[in-house]
């Protein structure tokens, strides 16, 4: 059974920082694709971005909101993902849930997202507050 | 403002069937696959419909899925108290490298 663990949520001031994590269980890990998707208070869903497998490059990509300020990370031999936010802002108050994002191989050397994720965790809160 | 659009809310009684849309442009829903999320209340969302019209294995097939052009639709036969939660299209948009969703749509089983 997939599992997907979040940690690492809680308040933090404008400017600051926090970093979350995601625990996995259940599937290859070293082979997912893995994102972070948001939920502010009372709104929709929100992709944060999403970071390859090392077979695949490695490579992240973020939501125009938080680039340059949010660090998607992999420790594929502790299984875990992380979320690293910088310089928050109050708009980043959310409920972040870690997910595994579905793949598509389009030619021999290529494979992108299908544009969804099958698992979900639970999420964990951050709440950036002065 | 989401990239993709979905009507705020739709409601029906038990038994009846509702449909919920889900509109898009050539960068988004016109090339790429669409998929559906049920978020229960208090609850994180769960894949309802991927690649169109296929269901993950559990789920019923009072859900179904299609799409036309930049347009997705989700349908719901049968419609029962527990179907009342929070439902989300998603899809790839190339143009911005990025998963986008709609808005949401709260479906209430009068």
């Known amino acids: 059974e997939v599992q997907l663990v979040e940690s690492g949520g809680g308040l933090a001031k404008p400017g600051g920082s926090l970093r979350l994590s995601c625990a996995a269980s259940?599937?290859?890990?070293?082979?997912?694709?893995m994102s972070w998707v948001r939920q502010a208070p009372g709104k929709g869903l929100e992709w944060v971005g999403h970071?390859?497998?090392?077979?695949?490059?490695?490579?992240?990509v973020y939501a125009a909101p938080v680039t340059g300020r949010f660090t998607i990370s992999r420790d594929d031999s502790k299984k875990t993902v992380y979320l690293q936010m910088n310089s928050l802002k109050s708009d980043d108050t959310a409920v972040y849930y870690c997910?595994?994002?579905?793949?598509?191989?389009?030619?021999?050397?290529?494979?992108?997202?299908?544009?969804?994720?099958?698992?979900w965790g639970q999420g964990t809160l951050v709440i950036v507050s002065s | 403002q989401s990239v993709l659009t979905q009507p705020p809310s739709v409601s029906a009684a038990p038994g009846q069937k509702v449909t919920i849309s889900c509109s898009g442009s050539?960068?988004?829903?016109?090339?790429?696959?669409v998929s559906w999320y049920q978020q229960l209340p208090g609850t994180a969302p769960q894949l309802l419909i991927y690649?169109?019209?296929k269901r993950p294995s559990g789920i019923p097939d009072r859900f179904s899925g299609s799409k036309s052009g930049t347009s997705a639709t989700l349908g719901i036969t049968g419609l029962q108290t527990g179907d009342e939660a929070d439902y989300y299209c998603?899809?790839?948009?190339?143009?911005?490298?990025?998963?986008?969703f709609g808005g949401g749509t709260k479906l209430t089983v009068l």
């Open positions: 259940g599937f290859t890990f070293s082979n997912a694709w």
């Open positions: 970071i390859r497998s090392k077979n695949h490059g490695g490579t992240t």
């Open positions: 690649d169109n019209n």
């Open positions: 998603g899809t790839w948009d190339s143009s911005l490298s990025a998963v986008v």
């Open positions: 997910t595994t994002e579905v793949t598509t191989r389009i030619n021999a050397l290529e494979v992108v997202s299908r544009g969804y994720s099958d698992d």
């Open positions: 050539s960068s988004n829903i016109e090339k790429n696959y």
